[in-house]
């Protein structure tokens, strides 16, 4: 099997399994507390219309997308948990093909297969690279808090997740002192520089919630790294092996 | 006694041997290609300005702490 086949082949079956436990978490982390942060902001927003009505007051654009009566969203209940599942899928098919790509290089650079151990580690790395690097920065977010723009914040976070991945590599892959003191270097840069911020946010959000959603969201994916590095390995040693005469 | 009557066998069989440095290029590029799938996929799903796709991966996009709204 061609190599392209065989990333395709475990990323797909190994996304399609992540995605599917992973909403299944979410039921009970991550989407239990966007309902809770939907019902402030739904309450802040019908406050500031009868205070002020002409203006469109929260600070983020909301008049660009999620409440326009043009825009088509997902009924709550189960279409949107549909949704939320597809998405999921989706993002976990896309991650492993990211996973897989770099593991295929590395066993064929090796000339040994990756163990689903080996491939838990390196989705650790990218549990490390796409929730912990940028996290710092730009803490994950419930609906309903103002946050700066919403290209900056995304032109940040991929910079973050760019400068993350080059410094491990730099550690990880050249064994020497200054290539780590560069890694290091490399990985703090984007937090020096600093994440765009508001000066001012006001939320009716409460602090406490905010919290225990950073907290559900990095174990949620935590989970989601962590069975998609081992899952994808074991398909891909699979799909991999050496075609018997 | 049963490797004389395997031998033939195995004389038979066609390995076509490319050139390690060409197989390993194959393998990176298509590692590669199949990279930009993956980024591709979750651009998409995580971070395309157009509504209906950010409604549709609204929760998710907040589950995975993608920059949102």
Redesign the interface.
């Known amino acids: 099997m061609s190599t392209f086949r065989s990333i395709v082949f475990s990323s797909v079956i190994a996304g399609f399994i992540v995605g599917l436990i992973v909403t299944a978490v979410q039921q009970f982390g991550t989407v239990p507390l966007i309902l809770k942060a939907e019902v402030y902001e739904k309450a802040a927003e019908h406050k500031h219309e009868a205070a002020a009505p002409p203006r469109v007051t929260l600070v983020h654009d909301h008049a660009d997308h999620d409440h326009g009566a043009e825009a088509w969203e997902p009924r709550d209940g189960l279409e949107r948990n549909v949704y939320t599942a597809g998405a999921n899928i989706l993002t976990a098919i896309g991650f492993g093909l990211l996973l897989c790509g770099f593991l295929a290089v590395r066993s064929g650079a090796t000339g040994e297969p990756i163990s689903w151990h080996e491939g838990l580690m390196w989705g650790l790395a990218g549990f490390a690279i796409f929730t912990i690097a940028p996290g710092l920065g730009l803490p994950p977010e419930l609906p309903g808090v103002p946050a700066a723009p919403l290209l900056s914040r995304q032109v940040w976070w991929t910079t973050t997740v760019l400068a993350t991945s080059a410094g491990l590599g730099l550690i990880v892959f050249r064994r020497s002192a200054p290539a780590a003191i560069a890694g290091v270097v490399l990985i703090m840069l984007p937090h020096l520089i600093g994440a765009p911020e508001l000066e001012h946010v006001e939320t009716n959000v409460p602090s406490s919630l905010s919290h225990q959603f950073v907290v559900a969201v990095t174990l949620t994916s935590l989970v989601f790294w962590s069975l998609l590095g081992s899952l994808t390995s074991a398909a891909f040693a699979y799909f991999d092996r050496p075609a018997s005469a | 006694m049963s490797q004389s009557q395997a031998a033939p066998q195995v004389a038979q069989?066609q390995?076509t041997h490319l050139p390690v440095a060409t197989r390993?290029v194959?393998?990176?590029a298509?590692?590669?290609?199949?990279?930009t799938?993956?980024?591709?996929?979750?651009g998409v799903?995580?971070?395309s300005?157009i509504?209906?796709i950010?409604?549709?991966?609204?929760?998710?996009?907040?589950?995975?702490?993608?920059?949102?709204?």
Not at chain 2, 37 to 42: A, N, T
Not at chain 2, 54 to 69: G, I, K, L, T, Y
């Open positions: 069989t390995v390993q194959g393998r990176l298509q590692s590669l290609m199949a990279m799938l993956g980024l591709f996929i979750v799903v995580g971070f300005h509504d209906v950010h409604n549709a991966a609204h929760d998710v996009r907040h589950s995975n702490a993608f920059p949102c709204h």
